[in-house]
């Protein structure tokens, strides 16, 4: 019998905008394993929530034991309205007979035309 094999992107990357001027409504940005570096700017000057997953590992078909959890980081920190940055979302790790393979990293960076890219 041929096992069926799928691959599963969640969920990897979330940007949550918690802004303290009450003028302003919360939002949120979402952000998706798509091969690409995507650039994002600030729409406000305020507070934002950051909250970034690495992709999941590979599973072991012929085990049947499900791939590891990606990396968890979050944090709070305060942007200019116009402040770029470079999102990569990790994609998750491709499935294997004897064990799979380790999800990639995502990232986050400011960038600035006349400076190099900086970790956030």
Known sequence: MKAKRTLTIFLAFLLVFCNAVPVF??????????????EWRAPHTGTYRIEVRG??????????NS????????GEIHFDAGTRLKILVGQKGEDARESGGGGGGSFVAYYDDNTPITPI
């Open 25 to 38: 409504a919360q939002s949120q940005w979402s952000f998706e394993y798509t091969g690409n570096i995507v």
């Open 55 to 64: 992709a999941g590992g590979g599973a072991s078909t012929r085990y049947n």
């Open 67 to 74: 791939g590891g959890k990606g990396a968890y980081m979050s």
